[in-house]
């Protein structure tokens, strides 16, 4: 049986964080039951971009603060890390991230110290019933005593849905992330690269989701914002996951980027073996994105081409689009030209890592025929 705690927080303002999150704390056995004084901490956010805090695709500067806050006051020394994904100029975008993101300027002020997953490099990992055997991961979580995940509430255009299980991504350091989107391109396999990554860790036991300001729709950084007004804790990543989906009003069978977590074990996914303590509620009106993939949940071959005529492609907007190649730089089958940004659908694999990574949102999901987004349009307003 798994414990996920939920507690009601409606804002980013550190006392009220504090005593929500303490909360929880309390419920699983206090902080000397994950740490002890004098240990080396880790916070792994979910830095996907350099994008500002208001827009929620990143974990919030402010509730970074209210956990490293709490883990120091216990005595431990607080790092905070991530990589992002996406490139600009040949480089993944974390030091810009960290910046944009208020996470550099949070942690100066309290004196954490920021790690860069980029800068400090991989480190091979071999698990049992390994997906990959090419697993690299930061070098940083066998660096530090206890990593402690804080994965942020969102939906996602390609796995429909990314929280505690997803967020372990970003354990994979710079571009070599593009490369795992290529040879896992469907949200069943790429699940298998998630399960190697999180069999991979052994010192990360706290999952705290920053579900205050989430994100909905278009998500995991175009979409939305929702404020949810939730903060879920668990030592479970699936189980925290399981909940989450289950408020947000999501099908679970639809999430099969879980899958491979769930064959694998890495927690409890059935919620007769998840003890709820707090508030759950079903999110009202939790707005998913217009298309996912949910292909271990379908006859994928018989209604294929329907999907495909039908479906929704990355598309840049010129008028939007300042050049910057991040898109270019992170299509893992080179389908987007480095001049026009014009988008080969032939090699096009729908990774959807374009969409993902444009920070400026010039990337939309289109259909190339007028007359589907007239409807989808048009079914969108009695469809809410
Ligand atoms: S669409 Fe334009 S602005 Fe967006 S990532 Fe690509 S080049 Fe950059
Ligand atoms: S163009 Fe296609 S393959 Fe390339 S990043 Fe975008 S969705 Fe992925």
Redo the contacts with the bound molecule.
């Keep these: 049986m798994s414990k996920v705690l939920i507690s009601d927080c409606k804002s980013y303002e550190t006392t009220a964080l504090k005593l929500a999150i303490q909360e929880s704390i309390n419920e699983l056995g206090g902080w000397k039951h994950f740490i002890k004084p004098d240990q080396k901490v880790l916070l792994k956010i979910n830095l996907i971009g350099p994008k500002k805090p208001e827009k929620a695709a990143t974990t919030h500067p402010e509730f970074v603060r209210a956990v490293g806050q709490l883990v120091k006051e216990f005595g431990a020394e607080v790092y905070v890390g991530d990589s992002s994904g996406g490139a600009i100029a040949g480089m993944a975008p974390t030091k810009k991230s960290f910046n944009v993101s208020g996470i550099q300027d949070m942690a100066n002020e309290e004196g954490f110290t920021v790690v860069n997953f980029d800068e400090m490099g991989p480190v091979k990992k071999e698990v049992e019933g390994n997906y990959t055997n090419d697993l690299y991961i930061t070098k940083a979580f066998d660096e530090m005593d206890v990593v402690i995940n804080l994965p942020k509430m969102k939906t996602h255009s390609m796995g429909i849905y990314t929280g505690a299980v997803k967020n372990l991504f970003g354990a994979i350091p710079g571009l070599r992330k593009a490369k795992y989107h290529k040879e896992g391109p469907n949200p069943l396999d790429f699940g298998e690269f998630l399960a190697d990554i999180h069999m991979s860790i052994d010192n990360m036991p706290l999952h705290i989701m920053d579900g205050v300001v989430s994100m909905a729709g278009e998500g995991p950084t175009a979409g939305s914002i929702y404020p949810a007004g939730k903060i879920l804790v668990s030592e479970d990543p699936l189980a925290l996951d399981r909940v989450a989906i289950e408020m947000m009003g999501i099908d679970s069978n639809k999430v099969t980027i879980l899958k491979a977590s769930i064959k694998r074990k890495i927690g409890n996914w059935n919620m007769s073996d998840i003890e709820i303590i707090g508030t759950f509620e079903k999110l009202r009106n939790y707005k998913l994105p217009k298309r996912y993939y949910s292909r271990e949940t379908m006859d994928y071959d018989r209604v294929k081409g329907v999907i495909d005529f039908f479906k929704a492609v990355p598309i ?1 907007d010129q008028k ?9 730089e992170s299509c893992p089958v080179n389908a ?1 030209d480095l001049e026009s ?1 014009l988008i080969d659908y032939g090699l096009c694999i729908d990774c959807l890592c ?1 969409h993902e ?4 949102e ?2 939309e999901l289109k259909s190339t025929k007028k007359w589907v987004n007239v409807i989808r349009a048009i079914s969108s307003v009695f469809y809410k």
């Design positions: 840049v939007k689009c300042i050049g910057c190649n991040s898109c270019v987007i940004k374009c990574l444009c920070m400026i010039a990337i």
